[in-house]
Nanobody
Framework: VQLQASGGGLVQAGGSLRLSCAVS????????LGWFRQAPGKEREFVAA????????YYADSVKGRFTISRDNAKSTVYLEMNSLKPEDTAVYYC??????????????????WGQGTQVTVSS
């Protein structure tokens, strides 16, 4: 399984960005997918996740109401729509794949594959 994240960039506070993550693998539609982020000097933290059917989503409290995770199984791609961005959202954003079932998708150990990350910088 390989993941390729894109869509990061520099944006002013209050602005929006849409991240994409293309995933290789024949069973994409069965994966739970997640986004994490890591700011300089901080641990990688959970941002959002979506189950294989798309029927259930999870969000960190810090992004709830501002970020939306979605997936397109036909394109094997997961998205993260980020609105009302704040300087504290500045980080490298990583997409991840969970192949195992039954794990809580809000923790790093639940994921099996990771993308290379895309930088998001929000200026004040």
């Amino acid at each position: 399984v390989q993941l390729q994240a894109s869509g990061g960039g520099l944006v002013q506070a209050g602005g929006s960005l849409r991240l994409s993550c293309a995933v290789s693998g024949r069973t994409f539609s069965s994966y739970t997918l997640g986004w994490f982020r890591q700011a300089p000097g901080k641990e990688r933290e959970f941002v959002a996740a979506i189950t294989w059917s798309g029927s259930t989503t999870y969000y960190a409290d810090s992004v709830k109401g501002r970020f939306t995770i979605s997936r397109d199984n036909a394109k094997s791609t997961v998205y993260l729509e980020m609105n009302s961005l704040k300087p504290e959202d500045t980080a490298v954003y990583y997409c991840a794949v969970q192949r195992r079932y039954g794990l809580v998708p809000t923790t790093r150990p639940a994921y099996d594959y990771w993308g290379q990350g895309t930088q998001v910088t929000v200026s004040s």
